[in-house]
């Protein structure tokens, strides 16, 4: 038997397509219907449809669909005929509830989100497709019970406007793996970075493309360790320029100038974190974790991180605290400890805190096996 289809095409008859709306309506009004019944309804479709003409409407099929249904359970057979005609009832919600928040989007600034800025064209057209794609996973995907608990405030599901594509939410990426023998993004090959202010300048850019491939925070773990081997090869790189120039305190110099290109790539990390949009619209929420340090090089990126944070930006006199990155210190009782070797790492950290009001602390409590498990901001 052929099924004319709306669009004027026949299709042969499946009925396994007729099985899964069957499913998809009882999960919407949380009734599990069983084999035998799901079999009955099937049955009750044949036999209907072999008194009739070789071809069938889709209109007609679904007909005999809903009555086969109303025998079995009406709750159910009612969920089938409202999500038959789901586009009809989206296309007039669309006229109302909807069509006001796409107003509110053109014409408020919307704070709501520290990383999200509804002043920007780009945030405005993710907003909208937002509004859309949450209307659309409430109607497609839950139950009117679970609807109705949303309405009265009994649940909250966090981040809904997300929910409808195949993402997921937060990201500790390994980006050491990434830098480590260089790697390919957008078709673009990338080479290992020599140097610090390239490798800072790899890790903005992994963050604003990880960031933009899903929904929440995205964390780069222990960045102090990351980048200190990128630090000493910057210190090296000065170190062989200076014996060449004949320069009696070449590693001063050397250090000095490593320093330096460390705190400005740094600063220009911040900036672009909380200046530069996504493609999803928002800033990047990114947070980095750091202080477990296990060398001069660690403990220096580190030291760079905070007084990076505490001088702010701007014009001298004006100068602003960035929001992100969110800073984690990982506090380490046998290093941080007084009388310990990093001690004054620890002290320049609650002096930040004082300051910026980040970092944020995590210890032994967040260690497992000896690893720490770094937060999505805290």
Not at 24 to 45: A, F, G, H, P, Q
Not at 73 to 90: G, I
Not at 190 to 214: C, F, L
Not at 357 to 373: A, F, L
Request: proline share 2%; hydrophobic share 30%; glycine share 6%.
């Amino acid at each position: 038997m052929k099924v004319l289809k709306k669009d004027g095409l026949f299709e042969d008859f499946n009925g396994e397509k007729i099985v899964n709306a069957i499913k998809k309506s009882s999960e919407r009004v949380s009734i599990v219907l069983n084999e035998t019944d799901i079999d009955n309804v099937l049955k009750y479709v044949h036999s209907q449809c072999e008194t009739m003409n070789d071809d069938i409407s889709v209109r007609e099929l679904h007909g005999i669909v809903e009555r086969a249904l109303d025998t079995v359970n009406t709750h159910v057979a009612k969920s089938y005929k409202d999500y038959r005609n789901y586009k009809v009832e989206y296309g007039i919600y669309l006229m109302n509830d909807i069509e006001s928040q796409i107003k509110k989007t053109l014409h408020e600034v919307d704070r709501e989100n520290s990383n999200s800025n509804t002043r920007y064209i780009s945030t405005k057209r993710t907003e909208i497709s937002q509004t859309f794609s949450k209307e659309m996973y409430q109607k497609m995907y839950l139950s009117k019970d679970v609807l109705l608990a949303i309405k009265l405030g009994y649940i909250y599901i966090h981040d809904l406007k997300d929910m409808l594509l195949p993402q997921f939410n937060c990201c500790l990426s390994d980006v050491s793996n990434i830098l480590n023998g260089g790697f390919e993004m957008e078709g673009v090959h990338y080479n290992e970075p020599k140097d610090i202010r390239t490798a800072v300048g790899q890790v903005g850019d992994i963050i604003m493309v990880i960031s933009a491939q899903h929904f929440g925070g995205h964390t780069v773990p222990e960045i102090d360790k990351i980048l200190a081997k990128y630090y000493k090869m910057t210190i090296d790189k000065y170190i062989e320029k200076y014996k060449e120039m004949g320069v009696r305190e070449y590693e001063k110099y050397a250090k000095k100038d490593a320093y330096n290109d460390l705190k400005q790539s740094l600063q220009g990390l911040e900036v672009m974190l909380n200046t530069v949009v996504s493609a999803r619209g928002s800033y990047p929420f990114t947070t980095f974790s750091f202080g477990n340090v296990d060398n001069k090089y660690e403990a220096e990126v580190a030291k760079a991180i905070l007084e990076v944070r505490m001088e702010g930006h701007g014009k001298k006199g004006k100068k602003k605290t960035m929001i992100f990155p969110k800073l984690v210190f990982l506090h380490h009782e046998e290093k941080h400890e007084n009388g310990c070797e990093y001690e004054w790492l620890y002290n320049l950290s609650v002096k930040c805190s004082s300051k910026c009001m980040y970092p944020d602390y995590i210890g032994k409590n967040h260690r497992r096996e000896g690893k720490y498990v770094s937060p999505m901001g805290k």
